[in-house]
């Protein structure tokens, strides 16, 4: 069975961090491209950020740029997002989803093959 596990959620106030975790299992993790979904209230899905199956190539939309950092343990079958100076508007449930090649910048669960439960991030101003 497959399994994307996120973790790492939680209330934080603003200017704070929190780092993400999402656990993979089921399947060939090291050969998926991994992103990072969110979803705030009344609004649409959103990319935050991908990396490669390598984890040289770490990709991110403008608004997060210097703030998360995505990175990935082959090893452990995990994907994590460092999350710091976070915003109110950061405010989301954020999502893992794994493809065996990057979906670039798409946010439609239907370009990934596998796509977490999400984890509930909220900054508080």
Request: charged share 15%; proline share 4%.
């Amino acid at each position: 069975e497959v399994q994307l596990v996120e973790s790492g959620g939680g209330l934080v106030q603003s200017g704070g961090s929190l780092k993400l975790s999402c656990a993979a299992s089921g399947f060939t993790f090291g050969t998926y491209d991994m992103t990072w979904v969110r979803q705030a209230p009344g609004k649409g899905r959103e990319w935050v950020s991908a990396i490669n199956s390598g984890g040289l190539t770490t990709y991110y939309r403008d608004s997060v740029k210097g703030r998360f950092t995505i990175s990935r343990d082959n090893a452990k079958n995990t994907v994590y997002l460092q999350m710091n100076s976070l915003k109110p508007e950061d405010t989301a449930v954020y999502y893992c989803a794994a493809a065996p090649a990057y979906p670039s910048g798409s946010s439609d669960p239907k370009k990934y093959g596998y796509w977490g439960q999400g984890t509930q991030v909220t900054v508080s101003s």
